[in-house]
């Protein structure tokens, strides 16, 4: 494993979210937002879903309108359902940069929550999480790799999440995870790392889409395998070697799913649509 990953690891706080430094509640967010009221084909790749920026990163893309290059996706209708995996537990986290001290490339992700007519949906919740560089879950880094050693147990009573089921966490950690409102254009913005891998899956983020405390979407996003090929070229990716399953392998994975993605700064942009 790379040592910058290590390192990262050992130096975390061991502390659930309401801990965090940084994070909001989801009442105060709502009540701010009232106030100031080229391309690349890989192993796999979604007819049309997403697109891959050839390699080198360019300038920043933060000032890119993000409305019209969502509006270009050609993914219409509501998001196919997926399994939310075993590594789900209810965060309750209001923030933007879920990396904390997680090493790895940057990732900006972008995703708009529209109805089946695409009219966005502002004030919903969009909550992520993914592994990190090295291919473990914060909250299950005994048991990252395996069904978790606490099973499914509770469920959750949050400010977004009311009585799903939930895993129980091993451990303190809750790196790589967290949650957005959606604006007026029903767009949430994340700040985290381009995701790892690990044994049996290809390269995903976990999305859950929440409306008035109840989970509307559950979802996976997917890269380009080529992308994720030369990111992961790169450390603290690069010592983590004999990834073993592609988008062509993966029983979960969908093209409706495959972000867009586009080199931007030192990092990149992934965005798409989520349809409920």
């Known amino acids: 494993m790379n040592d910058e990953v290590k390192d990262s690891r050992r130096l975390i706080a061991r502390r659930r979210a309401l801990g965090l430094g940084g994070t909001v509640g989801l009442g105060a967010v709502l009540a701010a937002c009232g106030a100031g009221s080229g391309t690349s084909n890989g192993r796999s790749t979604g007819a049309g879903a997403g697109t891959t920026a050839a390699a080198t990163p360019t300038p920043s893309a933060a000032g890119t309108d993000l409305v019209a290059m ?16 075993p590594y789900w537990f209810d965060v309750d986290s209001i923030r933007s940069d879920l ?32 592994c990190d560089a090295g291919g473990e879950y914060s909250g299950f880094e005994v048991a990252s790799g395996g069904p978790p050693g606490g099973g499914e147990s509770t469920t959750s009573d949050g400010s977004y999440s009311q009585g ?24 949430v913005r994340f700040t985290t790392i381009y995701p790892g ?54 029983s979960i994975y969908a093209d409706a799913g495959l972000l867009t993605v586009i080199a931007d700064g030192d990092g990149w942009l992934g965005y798409t649509n989520l349809g409920v």
């Open 99 to 130: 990396r904390e001290d997680r090493p790895g490339a940057t990732l900006t992700l972008a995703l708009r929550v529209q109805d089946a007519e695409n009219t966005p949906l502002p004030d919903s919740v969009v909550e992520i999480w993914h």
């Open 70 to 85: 969502l509006d270009a996706v050609d993914v219409a209708g509501t998001s196919p359902e997926t399994t939310e995996g």
């Open 164 to 187: 799903d089921v939930e895993s129980e966490p091993t451990d303190d950690g809750t790196y790589l995870r967290g949650a957005q409102v959606a604006d007026a254009d029903g767009i």
């Open 197 to 250: 891998w690990y044994r049996g899956r290809t390269v995903h983020i976990h999305v859950r889409v929440h409306v008035d405390q109840e989970t509307v979407l559950t979802t996976q996003l997917f890269f380009d395998d080529e992308l994720s090929d030369q990111v992961y070229g790169q450390a603290p990716y690069s010592d983590h070697t004999g990834r073993d399953t592609y988008n062509d392998g993966d």
